[in-house]
């Protein structure tokens, strides 16, 4: 099986951006994407000209931070105070149309152009918090993507990891897994049908107390065949931005051990270590 292992946010913060880079040069992360509406972004200039082997794609941000547009031409997608609104107050508005999506449009264009003038066109796309995977986003971001002519993205289907003890799911928890999988096969068969290429899936823990800063999960993935997996992780040296939001610790502690060699060579038992140059 091959992994693609995703550093997200690069441009957040100066600790997030370093806490990148030394997972790259540790040789584990193989993927990271850019915050373009951060202060921070322009240094993946340097990164991706050291590291021209890595994947490098668009993190579009509609949910964090200040957009690039003037906050008083894009007045659906901010609060009084010119920022973006919370994911879960997004995908509100998207829900109930009150989300203008030229204004939505014109952020997400300026986000790319912005991308392409210091980075060239980038290899792949998602988002910032996942805000297009939902029913009411979803083909918005998937049709403007097209338009723009990015044909990788990331697929957020799980590839299930046994936990360790018997967990017994709840009869809620398998029907709601269940329902999402529909929809994210229909989804699949749409990417495939415009020729979108992705990873088949997202490792994720069964038991979500569990995280991949012990290295104790290599041979408890269901792989049911599949060839290539994503592992996203959220790396920063330090706590130094307002916008690391609930993954804080975790982001210190993901960039302790994924900077280790050691942690290579345990991925390495495993998988074989890839990028989304590969798929």
Not at 12 to 18: C, F, L, Q, R, T
Not at 32 to 56: D, L
Not at 94 to 123: A, C, S
């Amino acid at each position: 099986m091959k992994l693609i292992v995703t550093a997200d946010d690069y441009g957040m913060s100066p600790g997030v951006n370093e806490g990148i880079e030394r997972c790259i040069k540790s040789g584990i992360v193989t993927s990271t994407n850019v915050m373009m509406n951060m202060p921070y972004y322009s240094s993946a200039i340097e990164v991706k000209r050291k590291y021209p082997h890595i994947s490098f794609g668009l993190h579009w941000t509609v949910s964090c931070g200040k957009p690039l547009s003037d906050p008083k031409n894009v007045s659906t997608l901010v609060d009084a105070n010119g920022n973006f609104f919370s994911p879960s107050i997004f995908v509100e508005k998207m829900k109930h149309k009150k989300i203008n999506l030229t204004e939505l449009t014109q952020e997400l264009i300026l986000q790319y152009d912005e991308y392409v003038r210091l980075f060239g066109e980038p290899e792949y796309w998602n988002t910032h918090q996942n805000v297009h995977v939902n029913l009411y986003a979803f083909d918005f971001f998937f049709t403007l993507a097209l338009q723009l002519n990015i044909k990788k993205m990331r697929y957020h289907k799980k590839v299930w990891i046994k936990p360790k003890n018997n967990l017994k799911n709840s009869l809620k928890f398998n029907f709601m897994e269940n329902l999402k999988l529909v929809v994210l096969n229909s989804w699949k068969r749409k990417m495939i049908h415009k020729g979108v290429k992705s990873p088949n899936g997202l490792a994720t823990f069964i038991d979500s107390k569990e995280s991949f800063i012990k290295m104790d999960f290599g041979d408890r993935m269901i792989s049911n065949n599949i060839d290539v997996v994503e592992l996203v992780i959220h790396p920063a040296t330090k706590i130094d931005s307002i916008f690391q939001g609930s993954l804080t610790n975790r982001r210190v502690s993901e960039f302790s051990v994924f900077s280790k060699f050691q942690m290579k060579q345990y991925l390495e038992k495993y998988f074989e270590l890839t990028s989304y140059k590969s798929i």
